[in-house]
């Protein structure tokens, strides 16, 4: 499942006033757009996120500063440098989420496909383990 986390590019507009990314959601991302939030002011030794969801799709992108993303499967990892304001990750659902190294000026824009749920996510990685191996809950 790993193999589903992957680097997408956004086309880039613009001119001598400046840069332009457009991403519309079922276009240029594999999902509508529900819920968008960002991080930021986080210090580079925080580690955010640290949860997996049954349902949720995302694409981070860092609009501004860096971070980096590592992902897992519970089988396989995998980290990814968000560095470029028009480039972002994919990560499908039940992929558990580790965000980190924040620059100072790092703003980390989050789009998913649903509306926040407390009950979806997945915040014990021992939990997760459990949920990913049973075979009747792994879903594509």
């Known amino acids: ?5 992957r680097l997408l590019s956004f086309e880039q ?10 991403i519309e959601g079922s276009q240029d991302i594999p999902f509508d757009i529900k819920r ?4 930021y002011g986080s210090d580079r030794d925080v580690v955010r996120g640290r ?15 860096t ?20 480039t972002g990750i994919y990560l499908p659902k039940l ?3 580790d965000m980190y190294d924040f620059s100072p000026d790092s ?4 789009l998913s ?4 749920d407390d009950k979806e996510y997945i915040r014990n990685y021992e939990d997760y383990l459990k949920v990913v191996r049973s075979d009747g809950n792994q879903k594509d």
Do not use: T
């Open 1 to 5: 499942m790993i193999e589903k986390c």
């Open 36 to 39: 968008v939030f960002y991080i």
């Open 67 to 86: 971070s980096k993303v590592k992902v897992d499967d519970g089988v396989n990892q995998k980290i990814f440098d968000l560095d470029r304001p028009h």
């Open 13 to 22: 507009r613009g001119d001598e006033r400046g840069h332009l990314v457009v």
């Open 113 to 116: 496909s649903e509306h926040y």
């Open 51 to 65: 949860h997996a969801n049954y349902n949720s799709e995302f694409i981070l992108i860092n609009v501004s500063g």
């Open 95 to 97: 992929i558990w989420k």
């Open 107 to 110: 703003v980390l824009l989050v």
